[in-house]
């Protein structure tokens, strides 16, 4: 599979803090500090995955998702897609030249 086909997408997959900052927070009407309280986590925590300085641990996904009314998978899934996307994006030249085993 090269990398084409690994990436098909033309822009990079929503970040899980873009998420919370555009969408979850203002329409819960809460704060991040108010959030990081209710998960047992920092205000830096909540602030830096809102800025998208950091991205969401499966630890991060169980806290947001008992928040929240999710489920972790959404978080992880959300986190898996920008990181399967960046690495793609820092390293798709050198993922070109690595070749596929034939297969019989």
Known sequence: MNSKKMNTRRRRPT???????????????????ELARQMGVSRRTVNEICQERRGV?????????R????????????????????????NGKDYQKIKPLKVA
């Open 15 to 33: 970040h899980p803090g873009e998420l919370l900052r555009e969408e979850i927070l203002p329409g819960a009407n809460i704060t991040q500090a």
């Open 57 to 65: 641990s499966a630890d991060t996904a169980h806290r947001l998702a």
């Open 67 to 90: 928040v929240l009314n999710t489920t972790p998978e959404l978080w992880i899934n959300l986190q898996s897609a920008v990181d399967v996307w960046d690495a793609l994006d820092a």
